[in-house]
Structure formats: C-alpha cells, structure tokens
C-alpha cells in the first residue's frame, strides 16, 4: 500500500487505526513481560542501569517537548506546535523501545530503602508514596496509549484549518494532561529508585 493510500486510509479511518496500533503496542508490553517476544539482544546489569538514565533522559525531554507544545498552540502558533507535539511523539517512541529492550533483555529493579538513607525512619509511608506514583505512572502510560495515537493520526492527516472540525483538540487536551503526568511520575520514581534509594534486580 502507498504512502497516499496509509495516509488516505488513516485520514477517513482514525479511529480503526488507533485501534490496531494500541492492540499492537500492548501485545509488545506484554510479550516482553512475559518474556515470549524475544526480540532484543540480552543487556547485563551494566546496560540496565544506562538504559534506565537513558529512559529518564527521553522522558524528560519528552515531557518538556509535551509542555511546550502546549503552551504554543495556547499562542495559535500552530506549526511550532505540530513540531513540539510531533517530537514528543518520536520521544515516546524511542522509550518504549528503550523500555522494552530494558524489560526484554534485562531484568526490572525493586526499591530497596537501606538504613541510613534519606528518611528510612519512614520507611513503610515512602514505600507506600513511591508505589502509589508508579501506580499511577503505569495506568496513565497504558490508558493513553488511544488518546495519544488518536490525536497524532488526526493532526498528521489533516489540515490545521480542518482540525477545527475533529475531536483532535479535545483528545490533545486529554493526551498532554494524562502523558504529562505519567512522565513526571516516572521521572521522580526513577530519582528515588536510582539515586535517592537502593534497588535490587527481579
């Protein structure tokens, strides 16, 4: 199928589309989980803990792309918003493949809060916060998945004068909010497992 054709199809199709690319990215969360997706070469400890600094990198590059296009198409710049959504799109993109490579060829970290460490006293309410944000950060990444692709499929194949006429603006609005705090959450769990608190594999 051409260019035109995926385009075309994806244009008067939206929210097919949107279906079948989230049923895919799902299955691949959950095959490399489950470990029945071999797709990535195997990291050591090493490589997981680069990949994890790698993923806050992006994350936080993301939200940041996220946040200014927010605030661009809040000025009608609407081209410099196309670019600032688009890019935290394509952010998104490499830290699920990072993410999956990690989880895939790796091995996932537990929190592990040692004596002497920042508020260790507490211990069992810092557990229970760090938990309750990651929660969060993984419900939000998986709900909107939809979200997220639906307004991209609308803003690549539209017009911006023919956005007027989508739901684009209303699922943006959604996708930026929902996005915007999981990639916080994400980012502040990833200090407090990684450099504020131990960790251990499993």
């Given at each position: 199928?051409?260019?035109?054709?995926?385009?075309?199809?994806?244009?008067?199709?939206?929210?097919?589309?949107?279906?079948?690319?989230?049923?895919?990215?799902?299955?691949?969360?959950?095959?490399?989980?489950?470990?029945?997706?071999?797709?990535?070469?195997?990291?050591?400890?090493?490589?997981?803990?680069?990949?994890?600094?790698?993923?806050?990198?992006?994350?936080?590059?993301?939200?940041?792309?996220?946040?200014?296009?927010?605030?661009?198409?809040?000025?009608?710049?609407?081209?410099?918003?196309?670019?600032?959504?688009?890019?935290?799109?394509?952010?998104?993109?490499?830290?699920?493949?990072?993410?999956?490579?990690?989880?895939?060829?790796?091995?996932?970290?537990?929190?592990?809060?040692?004596?002497?460490?920042?508020?260790?006293?507490?211990?069992?309410a810092v557990e229970l916060v760090y938990f309750a944000m990651l929660a969060i950060?993984?419900?939000?990444?998986?709900v909107a998945v939809p979200v997220v692709l639906y307004a991209v499929i609308l803003?690549?194949?539209?017009?911006?004068?023919?956005?007027?006429?989508?739901?684009?603006?209303?699922?943006?609005?959604?996708?930026?909010?929902?996005?915007?705090?999981?990639?916080?959450?994400?980012?502040?769990?990833?200090?407090?497992?990684?450099?504020?608190?131990?960790?251990?594999?499993?």
């Amino acid at each position: 199928m051409a260019t035109a054709d995926v385009r075309g199809y994806a244009r008067t199709n939206p929210a097919r589309v949107t279906a079948v690319l989230s049923v895919v990215g799902y299955a691949l969360v959950i095959g490399a989980f489950a470990g029945v997706i071999p797709l990535f070469p195997e990291l050591g400890r090493g490589a997981v803990v680069l990949f994890s600094d790698l993923i806050a990198v992006v994350n936080t590059l993301a939200l940041t792309s996220l946040l200014i296009g927010w605030r661009l198409i809040r000025r009608g710049e609407v081209e410099k918003h196309r670019v600032a959504m688009l890019t935290a799109f394509t952010l998104i993109c490499v830290f699920l493949v990072l993410y999956l490579w990690k989880v895939g060829g790796g091995f996932e970290k537990s929190i592990e809060i040692q004596q002497g460490q920042f508020l260790y006293a507490y211990a069992g309410a810092v557990e229970l916060v760090y938990f309750a944000m990651l929660a969060i950060h993984i419900f939000l990444s998986v709900v909107a998945v939809p979200v997220v692709l639906y307004a991209v499929i609308l803003g690549l194949t539209h017009t911006p004068s023919e956005l007027r006429d989508t739901a684009h603006a209303k699922y943006g609005r959604i996708a930026v909010a929902s996005w915007s705090l999981s990639l916080f959450l994400g980012v502040v769990t990833y200090w407090l497992l990684n450099h504020v608190y131990a960790w251990t594999p499993r």
